[in-house]
């Protein structure tokens, strides 16, 4: 699609989801509220697995780093939004970079658990510094503004947030910058003999995605009104993961529909059977049989045959 086209279909996206609480229905506003966090997470690990070809198996670790902080200053230090939002970005993406730093210089699947192994650490401390982050009961009765207290004031801030953030990382990962990172994924060996220092690079992509991603973090907590370990557990970095997959790891759009697709089907095969997470896995297991390209790649596909017609 023309860049034009591109702008005119986001902004009508963004306006579209403006009208949602006109609906009145306030199940759909919550359900999207939380695609919203999802997408913006996804698309946070997707600057690490999509550009770079980094598989991370610990993106949860920033996830709960943004939240966890974001809900201490809040609550604990009463500190306004307005600075407590920012110190968890900052936070999540100094961390990030402490990580960052040792992971990328491994590659492949050494690089993948070494991830795993840090964010396990920083679950252990989430578990174990039970007066800071409240261990196994999690931290609870976030302090909210009186402002987005309401769920349709919530939507709205997180679907401006989430917006600004997604319209960042494209501008990110459209640059020179992101071109580089995708020199660095289709061959690093090349890309560093021309002069490219590939292990900065890495490194600088994945303080991006853990910045972005505690910033995910930190809107998930304050709708949540809650931080709980599980956030910062393996399974949560695996979630994100699936829908990174499912969506298409090699565009920026496929990421956004592997979230959405993917917590709706949670949601709703919840709703109507007990036995949902075998259901969920025999979904999943014939998309990503069929469409090895991920949602993203069946959109290329209808697309193209309309293209012919």
Not at 1 to 17: D, H
Not at 179 to 196: H, P
Not at 200 to 206: D, E, G, N, Q, T
Not at 275 to 282: A, E, M, N, R, S
Request: aromatic share 14%.
């Amino acid at each position: 699609m023309p860049q034009r086209n591109q702008l005119i279909a986001s902004a009508a996206l963004v306006v579209l989801l403006a009208l949602l609480p006109l609906a009145g229905s306030r199940y759909a506003v919550d359900l999207t509220t939380e695609v919203l966090i999802y997408v913006l997470f996804a698309l946070s690990l997707n600057v690490l697995i999509g550009f770079t070809g980094n598989i991370s198996f610990g993106h949860a670790a920033y996830f709960a780093i943004g939240g966890y902080t974001c809900a201490i200053l809040l609550t604990t230090y009463r500190w306004p939004l307005l600075f407590s939002l920012p110190a968890a970005v900052v936070l999540a993406g100094i961390v990030a970079a402490v990580v960052g730093y040792f992971c990328v210089r491994l590659t492949q699947i050494y690089f993948a658990m070494l991830t795993l192994a840090f964010a396990m650490l920083v679950w252990g401390v989430a578990f174990k510094w039970k007066d800071v982050t409240g261990g196994d009961d999690g931290f609870t009765g976030i302090n909210l503004p009186e402002a987005l207290t309401h769920h349709v004031s919530y939507f709205y801030f997180t679907l401006a947030v989430v917006a600004v953030a997604i319209a960042a990382l494209w501008v990110i990962c459209h640059s020179a910058f992101g071109l580089t990172l995708v020199a660095v994924r289709e061959n690093s060996v090349r890309t560093g003999f021309i002069g490219v220092d590939t292990r900065r690079m890495r490194w600088a992509a994945f303080t991006v995605a853990g910045s972005f991603g505690g910033l995910a973090g930190a809107l998930f907590g304050m709708y949540h009104r809650g931080m709980y370990i599980e956030n910062a557990y393996w399974t949560e970095s695996a979630q994100v993961l699936i829908m990174v997959l499912l969506g298409g790891m090699y565009s920026f759009v496929g990421p956004i529909l592997g979230a959405a697709a993917l917590h709706l089907l949670q949601v709703f095969t919840n709703q109507y059977t007990t036995y949902w997470p075998t259901v969920l896995g025999l979904i999943l297991l014939v998309i990503v049989m069929v469409l090895p390209d991920g949602l993203i790649g069946l959109v290329a596909r209808v697309r193209a045959r309309w293209g012919k017609t």
